[in-house]
């Protein structure tokens, strides 16, 4: 007989020699009457066995069940008890010195084919048993000839010997399972992170016959988003990191130089030992290096001469004279400050203080009000450095090779005869504080603003009619061979789909709070999620580990590496976290991102505690308002730039700062960013905050591989949208009032290509509420229309090789939303820069960028009209 579809009433009525029909079988309706007076069949001795260990089976669902709800673990730990029960039913039978037989009250009526031998089933009815026709016979389901069945169990000492076996063996499984169950239910209870990570189980009614119903089989358990974030927790090691910054730390490791190459052999040689596959893609690039002979020199007072050691890479070269002005940190509003004091910032060499934003900035800016060159220095009120520090970096305004641009620097790519446009026209050079500070002294004019007063013990003064300055550069192109390193913990479910975590292994000196401290990051970081993925933790996605090379020329392996598989990586990349400088001080957190990353840096700081006190960093920047405290601007020289603004890929970049009012580290570009130098910042605590800065970067990417949709917020780019649709009609209408526009030109498409937006995110948010996140199909289709947001705000009105920042929101030019403002702000004053056609132009096309990405959110083409 079949036991495995009896209720535990009905097994008990068996081992009572009654008719398990009689028990419960007998339902409102039944066609079939209750026997309770028919003895059991005589089956085989093994029957007897079977019967005891289903009864226990089925007590066992009972005990197991009793007072707790249906939840996944109950049911798993029910389909443990079946999974042993049945490999003790298949010892049982073989015992018996047979295959397992079941026992049915059915005709068995069979049709031998061969090895495809099928067995036809018919309920045998009560009034055949008992007239004993050919279906079965009154008292003993016997059949004369038929070997299947047995007229009567015989009770000889081999069988005893068999029944007590067979006692024993129950009582050792139930013995085992009672504790497993035991033990079960002893382990803390799992939050998930995106819901259950097993397919789901209809749950138990309160008036549900437990004992009875049919349990669905599910896949064990894996590991949740609680189990992760312990084992990362647990798995970073300061020792582990203390040794990565001893392996990774070099005196000299300059992009492309011997110290770069042996970084770089180290690197690959720990993903190998990780099992991550490595492998590495070449370049050969065009960088710039100091004079081949002498140094770079700035002259005034007709025979003072200052002769700076470090320099600006991708500098015009050549000499230039002009009067010296004075222009704080260079920015436009500066600028616009100085002429308003009078200062002809024309045909001048300008000096600026470093910091607030990038030096290729400082030097673009310059450039658009005909300075002749620029001087920049470290102003002790922003930078506590020595005096006599020499100043290193890049004024190239883009990323990547500048001779090549828009297409990557493979050795088998020809080079046409073009250059980046983000290349200056004019010199660019550092000088000291100390040589700032004789250069102040010779200038006159009005005193500057007090704002721009700085720390040099001098009075600052704007300058512009004292003697002429003399700037001589003779940087000298090099081609170098540079090379990038990888390796991958690939995804179980979307594999094609990548997180990539990258750090840059160069510096133009010690480079330890710039390239040492992310690169080891990094390392650590592919050890501990290598072996959680060993103690079963199974991503869905990929995440790509990278060390790069000639960061410090800005960003240039990177980029190159994005220029050579855009189509590829806009399609399947996802998101980048990038680990250069993560750890800068100790006492704040600073981040920059992409909009949609916001809700998941909130998510990781409320889990991540600071490394000064016991609290979240997400409490330590003021819970609510921690947006105002944390998130900053990304800058253009950040190396999380290009992944943003150029290939639209959701990035992030993030920092342990000194404290709220330092921009970036002190040390950066010098030849003082050395290990001491970082620990005394971090008063002793480098490790520790690496570790946190560690647990940070590992959250965000157990979170961005772990979930079944991606944690990508959608609607917080609705804010931004709305924020410029509201900036641009207002000064729209302001501009309309001064008849400097047509009066039929409205921002009513702009205003609608918002709301469609609005209406796109909030039907995804829909979507994903109501579909089932447990087919792996839907997920990818949810999850690709999220991942292509970011991408669809790149303007596809401009060329990637001639403006390769196309973003609308995070890029640079004309296409931007940022320039549209300012537009119109120019058409306001009347600025002869401004044009009312190429206004109109610029906002059609922003306007055509919002629609279409809205429309791609949408989902299919078919259901574009519905939002």
Known sequence: MNYSDLSLGQLQSVRAGLDPRSAALTTPGSNIAPNPGRPLHPGANEDMALLGLRMFYKQAQVTLMKGHDSSPVQLQRLDSCEATMDEARSTISKMFNGEPRSYTRFNLMQNMEGENSQVEMKLSTDADEETGNATGEQNGY???????????????????????????????????????????????GCSTLAGPTTAPIRQVEEDEDVAAREFVSVEERKLDWSDLKTLLRQNLDETSLEAAFSD???????????????????????????????????????????????????????????????????????????????????????????????????????????????????????????????????????????ADAELYGHVHLGSGDPYTPGFPSFNHTQFPPVQSSGLPKILAQTITANMAKKLFRTMKGPNAPPSWQGKLDITYMMGGNGDAVTVKVNNVPVEKRIYNVFGVIEGLVDPDRYLVIGAQRDSWGPGFAKSTVGTSVLMELARVISDMKNDGFEPRRSIIFASWSAGEYGSVGATEWLEGYLTSLNLKAFSYINLDGVVAGSKT???????????????????????????????????????????????????????????????????????????????????????????????????????????????????LTHDYILPLDVKRYDTKIRNYAIQISRRLDEVQQSNLLPKNMSSQWMAQAGNSYDRASRTMAIAIKHSDLTNDETCRRLNDRIMRVERDLLSPYVSPKDTPFRHIFAGTGRHTMMDLNDHLQALQNRSPDSDVNVFRNQLALATWTIQGCSNALAGDIWEVNAV
């Open 142 to 188: 016997t059949r004369s000839g038929d070997p299947t069945y047995v007229r009567k169990l015989q009770h000889s000492p081999k069988n005893v010997c068999f029944m007590v076996v067979a006692t024993l063996l129950i009582f050792v499984i139930g013995y085992l399972i009672g504790y497993l169950a035991h033990r079960r239910q002893e382990l803390p």
């Open 248 to 386: 990774f730390s070099l005196s000299a490791h300059e992009a492309g130089s011997d110290g770069d190459d042996a970084l770089g052999h180290r690197v690959e040689t720990r993903f190998r030992k990780y099992n991550m596959k490595p492998w590495s893609d070449e370049h050969f690039v065009r960088l710039q290096g100091p004079p081949s002979s002498g140094t770079n020199q700035v002259t005034f007072s007709e025979t003072e001469i200052i002769s700076p050691k470090a320099y600006l890479a991708y500098s015009a070269v050549g000499t230039a004279e002009g009067k010296l002005v004075y222009g704080n940190y260079g920015q436009e509003d500066d600028f616009q400050t100085a002429q308003g004091l009078g200062v002809q910032v024309n045909g001048s060499v300008v000096l600026l203080r470093a910091g607030k934003i990038s030096f290729a900035e400082k030097v673009s800016n310059a450039a658009k009000m005909n300075a002749v060159a620029v001087l920049i220095y470290l102003d002790p009120a922003d930078y506590t450095v020595d």
């Open 589 to 703: 957190f600073k981040a920059s991102a992409s909009p949609l990353l916001y809700s998941l840096i909130e998510k990781t700081l409320k889990q991540v505690n600071s490394p000064t006190d016991s609290s979240s960093i997400y409490v330590q920047a003021g819970e609510a308002s921690w947006e105002g405290s944390v998130m900053v601007p990304m800058k253009t020289d950040d190396a999380a730039y290009p992944f943003l603004a150029f290939s639209g890929i959701p990035s992030v970049s993030f920092r342990f700062a000194e404290d709220e009012s330092s921009e970036e580290y002190r040390y950066f570009g010098t030849m003082l960013d050395t290990k001491d130098k970082l620990s005394s910042v971090t008063n002793n605590q480098m490790t520790k905050v690496a570790i946190a800065a560690a647990q940070v970067a590992g959250q965000m990417a157990l979170r």
